[in-house]
T-cell receptor, first 115, second 110 residues
Framework: GAVVSQHPSWVICKSGTSVKIECRSL??????MFWYRQFPKQSLMLMAT?????????EQGVEKDKFLINHASLTLSTLTVTSAHPEDSSFYIC???????????FGPGTRLTVT | RKEVEQDPGPFNVPEGATVAFNCTYS??????FFWYRQDCRKEPKLLMS???SGNEDGRFTAQLNRASQYISLLIRDSKLSDSATYLC???????????FGAGTRLFVKA
């Protein structure tokens, strides 16, 4: 089946620093990638939708200047959490939609802890 | 009304039991629906897709009721390995984004 990778799988950073998370579709091209955040015992909350080569569409309440999304190619999207704070500690999951099959596949997630 | 609502759970059932979850959705124009399974600290994995009235795969059956705007997931002969959180997913009109329900936790006990 299609594979989506995320890097890093976990990261600990200090408050005020920035963290970049990469999401790659390994064996298919993804015109659309989604970024989700999941807090403990809660469901996945869609943060933003990004289409290759265009600006991301952010969900209400998600600060676009804090969560920078770049989708420069059909196989790579990045999420940068700028000036991270402890409340940004969460499980971040990306998802990529296959351009041909239109199926959506999820990455393994990145656990961010901000101290 | 939330776009996607699920039974809150948790459901605690013995091995071999039959258990059903419901999920209601608000967008009457939705055409496709999905059930995902998520294990603790793991990414969601697609369990079943529902495009028409329903779908069946082994012990799992998903049914769609468009009139009442809900989908259900039935698990027969529950196994210990079925313990997980089950997420109902409804793409919005046009399929541009995917809305997840809050999830229903299932615990299957020996």
């Amino acid at each position: 089946g299609a594979v989506v990778s995320q890097h890093p799988s976990w990261v600990i950073c200090k408050s005020g620093t920035s963290v970049k998370i990469e999401c790659r579709s390994l064996d298919f091209q993804a015109t659309t990638m989604f970024w989700y955040r999941q807090f403990p015992k809660q469901s996945l909350m869609l943060m933003a939708t990004s289409n290759e080569g265009s600006k991301a569409t952010y969900e209400q309440g998600v600060e676009k200047d804090k969560f920078l999304i770049n989708h420069a190619s059909l196989t790579l999207s990045t999420l940068t959490v700028t000036s991270a704070h402890p409340e940004d500690s969460s499980f971040y999951i990306c998802s990529a939609r296959d351009r041909v099959a239109y199926e959506q596949y999820f990455g393994p997630g990145t656990r961010l802890t901000v101290t | 009304r939330k776009e996607v609502e699920q039974d809150p759970g948790p459901f605690n059932v013995p091995e071999g039991a039959t258990v059903a979850f419901n999920c209601t959705y608000s967008n009457s124009a939705s055409q496709s629906f999905f059930w995902y399974r998520q294990d603790c600290r793991k990414e969601p994995k697609l369990l079943m897709s529902v495009y028409s009235s329903g779908n069946e795969d082994g012990r799992f059956t998903a049914q769609l009721n468009r009139a009442s705007q809900y989908i259900s997931l039935l698990i027969r002969d529950s196994k210990l390995s079925d313990s997980a959180t089950y997420l109902c997913v409804v793409p919005n009109t046009g399929g541009f984004k995917t809305i997840f329900g809050a999830g229903t936790r299932l615990f299957v006990k020996a």
